[in-house]
């Protein structure tokens, strides 16, 4: 149980494009996404936190308007890169909680951004 | 002082032995300990969540927290190269947030 889903898992894009990147809980409800990034050898750095039918609240030095975050139902929550540039290549990961109070985050597989 | 300190590795020990792995952290708040594996290229996969003091154990994998002492272990028994990964420990107040440490890149030698 408490699968997560992240597609696509590499996308290679010139710069300037807008990249959109998909979380899916496949079989669990998720009131609460998170969005992190993670640089090679480093650990996850949370960007964001998604709940459900809100905006999102992104942790201080990440430009909101330069990562979109939409969770518009309680089985998906998007990420899109504005207008990336090769300092936005990186490793995305979204998580999930499956319920209220306190609960360990699942993660999905992560998608590696590459910016030419 | 960072909140979660954990050594980087990388850590190698023969296949079969039992391993340690450890993190440190500075706030007195956190409630809720985890363990996460990371393979090469893939999101981190719970291992073990635990709440307060004490030890957890599952199959091959024991967690222990020493709240007294702000320090976490996992341990592996009879390790596989199967185990070869970076392992990431993770703590939480109670709120949303989790913190991970850098992780631990861990290699079982066949």
């Known amino acids: 149980g408490a699968v997560v889903s992240q597609h696509p898992s590499w996308v290679i894009c010139k710069s300037g494009t807008s990249v959109k990147i998909e979380c899916r809980s496949l079989?669990?409800?998720?009131?609460?996404m998170f969005w992190y990034r993670q640089f090679p050898k480093q650990s996850l750095m949370l960007m964001a936190t998604?709940?459900?039918?809100?905006?999102?609240?992104?942790e201080q030095g990440v430009e909101k308007d330069k990562f979109l975050i939409n969770h518009a139902s309680l089985t998906l929550s998007t990420l899109t890169v504005t207008s990336a540039h090769p300092e936005d290549s990186s490793f995305y990961i979204c998580?999930?909680?499956?319920?209220?109070?306190?609960?360990?985050?699942?993660f999905g597989d992560g998608t590696r951004l590459s910016i030419l | 002082q960072k909140e979660v300190e954990q050594d980087p590795g990388p850590l190698s020990v023969p296949e079969g032995a039992i391993v340690s792995l450890n993190c440190t952290y500075s706030?007195?708040?956190?409630?809720?300990f985890m363990w996460y594996r990371q393979y090469s290229r893939k999101g981190p996969e719970l291992l073990m969540y635990?709440?307060?003091?004490g030890n957890k154990e599952d199959g091959r994998f024991t967690a222990q927290v020493d709240k007294s002492s702000k320090y976490i272990s996992l341990f592996i028994r009879d390790s596989q190269p199967s185990d070869s990964a970076t392992y990431l420990c993770?703590?939480?107040?109670?709120?949303?947030?989790?913190?991970f440490g850098k992780g631990t890149r861990l290699h079982i030698l066949p």
């Open positions: 079989d669990f409800q998720a009131t609460t």
């Open positions: 993770a703590m939480s107040a109670g709120d949303d947030k989790i913190i």
């Open positions: 998604s709940n459900e039918g809100s905006k999102a609240t992104y």
């Open positions: 998580s999930a909680t499956p319920g209220q109070g306190v609960q360990p985050q699942h």
């Open positions: 706030n007195s708040a956190f409630q809720y």
């Open positions: 635990t709440y307060s003091s």
